[in-house]
């Protein structure tokens, strides 16, 4: 049995604060801020949520909240609902939203909020995520080799077996520091040149720091009901279509498979072919009009129009010099800015991408609007590799 | 709109790890010792699972594990499926297995399997949670009130209230204790003296050791599918009949709220009433047959009795003195040993109570089989009372 998602959910409420360095806000301030922004968007009052998914990923990297159903609940006021906290390292804020459609689907609730949450800067980076980590034990982390490291490997190998150069990857992030010229709420909003790209530090050989997103505070929500109930709230509504999890086995797959020529991430493969075939998507570079993908890093970017097939494989450096991906281009991938541009608040993020294609789709995406958009999609990978997450939105419904 | 779960979901398959010190193994082994122990008793291969949660509570506190679904999905080698961690304190199993059900009702999955574990004792207490809650900035906890300090001040103001006794909190770990000696996976599986209870070390007046739970490494596992599937399978089903969480302000509410007199946990009653709603429970003290309830520490059983409606406010005393709750009485309560004895891995627990409701359903439940048991209820409370979750199970489906 295959769930029969499209056309039974639908957001009719987004909120989201500015993605940046909120040292003037704590963690509760980031969640009440966005929390009721998504609220009234939906013109809902906070007693009809009869239930509510709170996504952080690394509280222990950051302010030591987030462990719990309560860190929502309490900075809202939302008693006497169910309230869990859900974790997937970069696909955290996405999970926030599947455990709220599954609630509604399964006739547990009515009216959910799925929000997202993460607040990294009050620590320095060096203390925060990469310290954990090496005390976690973890194996590769130990040794040094961080997420920069590992997705550095994976543009080495497109560079000897595609031909993927350098100035590719530095042309992701000029593609979305100038697409986050247009969003007020990016975490950095100067365009960057080519030259500026090539030149900025290295982080992990060929990943520079501009190759690379920034550690960022942030939070994003979003209220769902089930599509036949829409009528009854004033929020407009954005459908989804189709949503696809996976799990994979990501840091480790080059190391358990020696066959795995890391050229893609399984993860983001096996998540859209469920995300597609719910949403009825034969030819997504064709019947999707907008993309958030997860550009941690402009190398992801790049291999990820190819899992999402947007190209075929070996074919993703053409799509990006075609300007396909731009913002006036065919298939425009991180219109907001991406996660080099607005930072990756980790558990934020999935529903911050879902917050923006909502935009764009109602038409309310001010400047930076792709005229027309209908049907949108987000992808979030992380672990590297290891988990990964595809969400299909539509304008309206199917007839 | 109401859920209607009752008799939609079953559990066809439990696995459990003995509760105590594991040195010898890792979390990854509890993970795959309860997983392919809950595989091999619903009769399913590991390819049939379609979707999967992971609880863990406390992934600092102890080994850094847990933070997401590739915790799960890497010993067991269940890849390609959505896997996703939660965690709400000490409901976390609990909500592993709400995820799950929900899940499976959406139509999201057809077999799930919810797997809870928590690994503690590789750090010293004093290294572990409660360092951690300190280093977080809780602002009771940083000024020494522990969970232990939390409860006592719940269980003097019974003292004062309700006439409860020290010998009171005693015969509640008396009788878990006792209990505990035919459950060969508890932590501690010797009977103590109420004599022994009274003058074992205080910790927070008026919980001594004896009243208080262990520090304790478990993992749990349950394999769930939908009721109208039950009969594809071997596994023997159990159904569940009710499901209820819910969040409050517990740590804080005592602060908030000027009328709040420590007598009574919100949260639970609130899980309370939603889970006898949906299973149609209207007299819990005759209808059901078994309870694990959260003793987490002694004072928090009898407190349970109330909420759930086992008796009126201020007659836990009475029930308990009467007998009503041993092993053999109208309405056993922890009959495996409870968290006194079982001990309390957290994101394992509330798995571990509902393996063992259906060893007693499907009477399999050895020497301390509660005779004739056909509905069964489990119980959380964490956070100190700010999260709850009550589960109902029955035998058979309702006619």
Known sequence: MGRNLKDRVCIIGIGWTAFGEHFDKSYEDLV????WAAINDAGITRDQIDAAWIGTAFPDAGVYKGRSGMDLAEPLGLFDVPVVRVSNYCTTGAEAIRGAVNSLLAGESSVVLALGVEKLRDRSPQESIVKMMVEMGHPLYQKGFTAAGTFAVYA???????????????????KNHENATLNPKAHFRKAVSEEQVLRSPMVADP??????????????AVILVRA?????????????KGMGMSVSSGW???????????????????????????AG????????????????????????????????????KELLRSGATRRDGEIPVNVSGGLLSCGHPVGATGVRMVCEVVEHLRGTAGERQV?????????????????????????????
């Open 32 to 35: 009440a801020d966005a929390g």
């Open 281 to 316: 998507i034969t030819n997504p570079r064709e019947m999707i009009d907008l993309a958030e993908v997860h550009d941690c890093f402009s190398i992801v970017e790049l291999l990820t129009y190819e899992d999402l097939g947007f190209c075929e494989e070996g074919e993703a």
């Open 156 to 174: 080495s190998r497109q560079f000897v077996r595609y031909g993927v150069t350098r100035e590719d990857l530095a042309r992701v992030s000029v």
């Open 371 to 399: 005229p027309g958009a209908r049907t949108g999609l987000t992808h979030n990978i992380g672990g590297p590799g290891a988990v990964a997450s595809v969400i299909i939105l539509g304008k309206e419904k199917d007839t």
């Open 228 to 240: 036949e109930d829409a009528e009854k709230y004033s929020g407009v509504p954005v459908f989804l």
């Open 207 to 220: 990943l520079t720091v501009m190759d690379s997103c920034p550690t960022t505070d942030g939070a994003a």
């Open 252 to 278: 480790d797959l080059p190391y358990f498979d020696s066959a795995y020529d890391l050229t893609s991430f399984r993860a983001t493969r096996v998540a859209a072919e469920k995300a597609y075939r719910e």
